[in-house]
């Protein structure tokens, strides 16, 4: 069982910047996806950005802007982001998708960007 703790969170305003962390409990392969997904208000989960070993993928609202990260041998993830927008303002959670097809989620740390 891995648990994810994500940690950066708050209230900036647009442009601003914040930086979020995601631990996990546990050894995350290196060959594992790691990724950062965001629900805002009324709407559906969605991806912001995903990791592997080799590869980074970004929802397009965000490339450019914003720059997953992750640390193997600390088992973390992070999620750089940059000029933000109050269309950003979501609950992002951090993700890990093992080899075997297993997800894990965190419980999400909540970022707003006011105008």
């Known amino acids: 069982q891995v648990q994810l703790v994500e940690s950066g969170g708050g209230l900036v305003q647009t442009g601003e910047s914040l930086t979020l962390s995601c631990a996990a409990s546990s050894f995350i392969f290196s060959w594992s996806v790691m990724g950062w997904y965001r629900q805002a208000p009324g709407k559906q989960r969605e991806l912001v950005a995903r990791i592997t070993s080799g590869n980074k993928d970004y929802a397009d609202s965000v490339k450019g802007r914003f720059a997953i990260s992750r640390d193997n041998a600390k088992n973390m993830v992070y999620l750089r982001m940059n000029s933000l927008k109050p269309e950003d303002t979501a609950v992002y959670y951090c993700?890990?998708?093992?080899?075997?097809?297993?997800?894990?989620w965190g419980k999400g740390t909540l970022v707003t960007v006011s105008s």
């Open positions: 993700n890990v998708e093992t080899p075997a097809g297993t997800d894990y």
